[in-house]
């Protein structure tokens, strides 16, 4: 899927524009995010990684709006999802949009689960909220979802309490609250973290099934880049708030151009002998609050230059032009060696 | 040295940020700072000896000379409100600290003992619980007789499962908690635990509960008063105060009121700044 | 082979009643060990990997000495034949107390054990900062006020304050961030080589396994099902659940896709054990003959057995595999 390029934005279920957001604190505020430019076109599998600190939650969040309004600004920047502007909705719009246009998973799900009511009433209630459609028709259609999620004993797990099924099985059934009425985009903020790793595994492959099934998008936020490298097509690399990378997903793990990228890759230990030394980013992720009008990444940089001083914009490189990176020095690099 | 300055200042400063955003909470600072300094200061700010009776000057209405009007025997009642104070607020205190420091250890240990321990304890706190508070004060204090002295303690007593609970409560929380866990590892005494990790991961809700419950021994000193088990003629209580005006709460209605308004503000006062604090102590606000 | 091991476990077995009725009768239990057998040596790295449900946390316990086994042995081999044993705890943030300033956390250890001033644990909690890369002057903040990968430095002095001989690393960067996880890491080998100690390694996360031990163990419901050198059970694994659980590693350096079923039943509850093999249910290779049978843990190689398998059958000898995901040394 070729995405990112300026394309139609009717056919790009989720389009971020240099997205700047800021929370006010005691004494100042946290610039939460600074140039967030991203794309999901319609039945992409995107991911958007990061670390803590990057802003890769605040960005799912935003996907949906679900940060209170009155605590954030937004400075710069909009979001369109199919082309409406979301900033600009009312809440009880945005209410409509939520869960059946856009949905979202969590990494706990039974923190996202009402732990006092039946499954199957949870997600029933779901589809009511969306569909006109009688109780017994919902019924049926859950009971449908929850045999598509491969879950053997339907009618059991209908009647259970989250807290009487496994992390896989809520997961699951998070997953079948999200696409039971068919999404056009799906916002998994750090899905599989929690669960073991062949847990993880059903799970994502399960995502992307259904995923394909309905023509759902999906935004995979995570820190694991080796799942990044199996299940999506792109990537955006996040770094204090902004994007400082994004491309193909073989592109930018097999050959990282921003230097940071280069430091998180480098720093696996399935890239090093076992027991030597792994590679460090020598230095901290800045302060939010008092970031500096530079490159963000400069303190911690092995390439620093005059240019820096200024924050860079995030530009497609002359060789290609699918892979676009927010470095100055690495622009120019590219620039002459295309040449 | 510098570091730990440091690190208190910035404490302390965002510490009055907190409170600054929430003027319910610094209306109810500015109260309490009223209200104490004007009962510490009485004998610079009381125009007249409290005691003094001027049967010439009986049952006069608030006038520049008498503030709050006198009473029956002629004494200044805005003098006697001022004095007053040093009794209620005095005894609001004594009680919720004592009460809280109490049944805070009891509470502790008993949670960190378990087991019959911690089982005999809590069935003599639920007994006495099962008991109306105002009921099993006034009891108390009438079998121990009337006197200010009393009344303090038999609120005291009646207060202290209060305490223990919410104190057992926090302690079977925190028994569960990784730090103790680890400090299980190393070998720690329970003594150690308690002393260490238990104390002081319970306080913030017990230092909501004491600051609130300051204004409610004072509403309770003052309704042992007001029935005649608490602070004894002629000593200036409030509670007194209040019970003696009944007899005049018609045509003079200054006897009661002032004493009474004294009471409602003060204990308003301790209530929004419980409440305030809770707030602020609450980890799910904590914005770094 | 030098034996300067450090710790046994004897076939361990830990059970809790997990139901009572009301005349106090035990109405089940949770089997969560089910005979242990391992040792860890000094100067090396023993990796436990296993997912929820395998025991691996109670197994950090037992070694604790928080928790006595209901069935089997822990010797211990140092000199004084009492447990020198530490533990650094997964979640950096409940691990500290947050109202004790960082001096206190990282003495504690010591200071239960008595006989040190003041101002001596202050001066040691100074120099083990130093010695895990935190700044001295920082000695009087609380755990808040440092990031996570900081936390976990402190969490590591904490460990060594007593001097161990050996430390359990219960997931210890699970919660980090991957740049700070790098950090811990070296952190971590640096001190293994300074101090010749001995880390009982348990993750879930095999490329961390990989790159910290020289051993490693598989376990699953309360069993090791595979035990040998790192490199060997990673590449050529004898189990068949090392080859499910490796199968669905995500691997960076192989091609770029997933597949493979989507279905798989759930692990069983360790309230009723299975009969024969455990992993029976979820295992591509059984049969109706040997697998009913309890399996024993075998010895892959005569001599040096220090390879060893819970299934009869050694499927990297037979090269029954479905899909390979070459994991490179």
């Given at each position: 899927m070729q995405g990112n390029q300026a394309g139609q934005t009717d056919e790009l279920v989720l389009s971020v524009e240099n997205l700047h957001i800021e929370f006010p604190i005691y004494k100042g505020a946290v610039k939460a995010l600074n140039g967030v430019t991203l794309q999901v076109a319609a039945g992409e599998i995107v991911g958007l990684v990061g670390e803590s600190g990057s802003g890769k939650s605040v960005c799912a969040m935003m996907g949906m709006r679900l940060i209170p309004s009155d605590s954030y600004r937004v400075t710069r920047g909009t979001i369109r999802q199919s082309g409406k502007d979301i900033l600009a909705l009312s809440e009880k719009e945005m209410r409509a949009i939520r869960g059946s246009e856009v949905s979202m998973i969590f990494q706990e799900p039974m923190t996202a689960l009402n732990p006092v009511m039946k499954v199957g009433k949870q997600i029933i209630n779901v589809i009511l909220q969306h569909q006109s459609i009688s109780r017994a028709k919902a019924r049926e259609k859950t009971l449908g979802l929850l045999r598509e999620m491969y879950i053997a004993d339907p009618e059991r797990v209908f009647d259970s309490y989250p807290f009487e099924l496994s992390g896989g099985m809520r997961q699951r059934i998070m997953i079948a609250l999200a696409f039971s009425c068919e999404p056009k985009l799906l916002i998994a903020d750090e899905p599989t973290t929690a669960l073991d790793v062949t847990v993880q595994k059903q799970v994502l492959l399960l995502l992307r099934e259904r995923a394909r099934k309905t023509g759902t998008a999906i935004l995979l936020i995570t820190h694991d880049m080796a799942v990044v490298s199996q299940f999506c097509e792109r990537v955006y690399v996040m770094y204090a708030g902004a994007v400082v990378e994004d491309g193909l997903t073989r592109d930018v793990i097999k050959q990282p151009r921003h230097p940071y990228t280069q430091g998180l890759l480098a720093g696996l230990p399935e890239n090093v002998k076992p027991g030597t030394p792994l590679k460090t980013i020598g230095g901290q992720v800045p302060d939010l609050a008092q970031l500096p009008a530079c490159c963000s990444f400069m303190n911690r940089c092995g390439r620093k230059e005059y240019i820096c001083r200024n924050v860079p914009d995030l530009l497609p490189l002359t060789s290609d032009p699918s892979h676009k990176v927010a470095c100055w020095i690495v622009q120019e690099e590219d620039e002459r060696n295309a040449r | 040295m510098r570091a730990m300055v440091a690190s208190l200042k910035h404490r302390s400063s965002y510490f009055w940020y907190q409170l600054r955003r929430s003027p319910m909470t610094m209306i109810g600072l500015g109260i309490i700072i009223f209200m104490c300094l004007s009962a510490l200061l009485a004998p610079v700010l009381a125009p007249y000896n409290p005691?003094?009776?001027?049967?010439?000057?009986?049952?006069?209405?608030?006038?520049?000379?008498?503030?709050f009007g006198t009473d029956e025997v002629g004494r200044d009642i805005f003098s006697r409100v001022l004095y007053g104070g040093q009794q209620s607020i005095g005894?609001?205190?004594?009680?919720?600290?004592?009460?809280?420091?109490?049944g805070t250890i009891i509470g502790c240990f008993s949670g960190i003992f378990g087991k019959w321990v911690d089982t005999i304890i809590m069935r003599i706190m639920d007994v006495m619980l099962s008991i109306p508070s105002?009921?099993?004060?006034?009891?108390?204090?009438?079998?121990?007789?009337?006197?200010?002295?009393?009344?303090?303690?038999?609120?005291?007593?009646?207060?202290?499962?209060?305490?223990?609970?919410?104190a057992r409560g926090q302690t079977l929380g925190i028994r569960e908690m990784v730090y103790v866990k680890a400090a299980q590892t190393f070998g720690a005494s329970r003594r150690h635990i308690v002393q260490w990790h238990v104390i002081r991961n319970a306080l913030p809700p017990i230092i909501v509960q004491t600051?609130?419950?300051?204004?409610?021994?004072?509403?309770?000193?003052?309704?042992?008063?007001?029935?005649?088990?608490?602070?004894?003629?002629?000593?200036?209580?409030?509670?007194?105060?209040?019970?003696?005006?009944?007899?005049f709460l018609i045509d003079q209605w200054w006897y009661s009121t002032f004493p009474g308004l004294a009471i409602l503000i003060t204990a308003i006062g301790f209530n929004l700044l419980g409440d305030g604090m809770r707030d602020m102590l609450d980890p799910k606000q904590k914005v770094k | 082979m030098p034996d300067n091991r450090l710790v046994s476990l004897n076939d361990v077995h830990v059970h809790f009643p997990v139901q009572k009725n009301w005349l106090g009768q035990v109405k089940s239990i949770a089997h969560v060990l089910n005979g242990i057998d391992l040792h860890a040596s000094a100067g090396e790295t023993l990796g436990i990997v296993g997912e929820s449900g395998c025991g691996k946390s109670t197994l950090a316990q037992v070694l604790m000495g928080l928790l006595p086994p209901t069935r089997g042995k822990v010797s211990w081999h140092t000199a004084s034949a009492k447990p020198n044993i530490q533990i650094v705890f997964q979640d950096p943030q409940s691990s500290l107390d947050p109202r004790l300033p960082v001096w206190k956390v990282i003495t504690e250890p010591i200071h239960v054990q008595g006989g040190h001033s003041r101002a001596q644990l202050r001066k040691i909690a100074g120099d083990l900062a130093v010695q895990v890369g935190l700044r001295e002057e920082y000695m009087d903040r609380y755990p808040h006020e440092f990031s996570g990968g900081q936390r976990q430095r402190i969490a590591i002095a904490r460990a060594l304050a007593p001097n161990p001989d050996i430390i359990v690393l219960d997931e210890p960067t699970s919660a980090l961030d991957i740049s700070v996880q790098a950090q811990i890491l070296n952190l971590l080998n640096d001190l293994q080589k300074a101090r010749n100690l001995s880390y009982i390694l348990i993750s879930h996360n095999v490329s961390v396994i990989k790159h910290m031990s020289k051993r490693m163990a598989v376990m699953y419901l309360g069993q090791i099902v595979e035990l040998g050198p790192t490199a060997g059970v990673l590449q050529k694994p004898a189990h068949p659940y090392t080859e499910l659980l490796l199968e669905a590693v995500p691997d960076m350096t192989g091609s770029f896709t997933m597949n493979g079923p989507v279905d798989l039943p759930e692990l069983p509850g360790n309230r009723h054990l299975p009969r024969g093999c455990f992993f029976y249910d979820r295992c591509r290779y059984r049969d109706e003959t040997g697998c009913h049978l309890a399996q024993p843990l075998r010895s892959l190689d005569a001599e040096q057995k220090i390879r060893w398998v819970r299934c009869y059958k050694n499927i990297y000898e037979n090269s029954i595999r479905a899909e390979s995901t070459e994991t490179s040394v």
């Open positions: - | 005691d003094v009776i001027n049967l010439r000057a009986r049952l006069q209405a608030p006038s520049m000379a008498h503030f005894v609001g205190l004594f009680v919720a600290f004592v009460a809280s420091f109490i105002l009921v099993l004060t006034m009891a108390l204090a009438a079998a121990l007789g009337p006197s200010l002295f009393n009344a303090m303690l038999a609120i005291t007593l009646v207060r202290i499962p209060y305490y223990v609970r919410l600051t609130l419950d300051i204004g409610n021994a004072i509403l309770m000193a003052a309704a042992l008063g007001f029935i005649g088990l608490g602070a004894q003629q002629p000593t200036a209580e409030w509670g007194a105060m209040v019970s003696a005006g009944r007899n | -």
